[in-house]
């Protein structure tokens, strides 16, 4: 059975940097991956998306901020994040899709920004 484990949330100081990862165990053909994030009160929203080819596509409010990456060999996805704001704190979900399961989420992980 695949799962997915995220690492690397936390919490910082406006300004600074913080580093996602997420890991599909197992290894099972992946398409795209992406991270999304859900702010109390509000919907889950996408952050970032990287398809299989490297195309991606961001959030208007991470663009120049936040990088989105993939390592094939580790089916892991990274989201470096800088400049962080008070507003991207969230709790951040990975999601991937896989070619024969579909799609699974992450447990999430907690970002919090300070002013």
């Known amino acids: 059975q695949v799962q997915l484990v995220e690492s690397g949330g936390g919490l910082v100081q406006a300004g600074e940097s913080l580093r996602l990862s997420c890991e599909a165990s197992g290894s099972t053909a992946i398409d795209a991956m992406g991270w999304y994030r859900q702010a109390p009160g509000k919907q889950r929203e996408l952050v970032a998306r990287?398809?299989?080819?490297?195309?991606?596509n961001y959030a208007d409010s991470v663009k120049g901020r936040f990088t989105i990456s993939r390592d094939n060999a580790r089916n892991t996805v990274y989201l470096q994040m800088n400049s962080l704001k008070p507003e991207d704190t969230a709790v951040y979900y990975c999601?991937?899709?896989?070619?024969?399961?579909?799609?699974?989420w992450g447990q999430g992980t907690q970002v919090t920004v300070s002013s």
């Open positions: 990287i398809r299989n080819g490297d195309g991606t």
């Open positions: 999601n991937i899709v896989f070619y024969i399961l579909g799609s699974l």
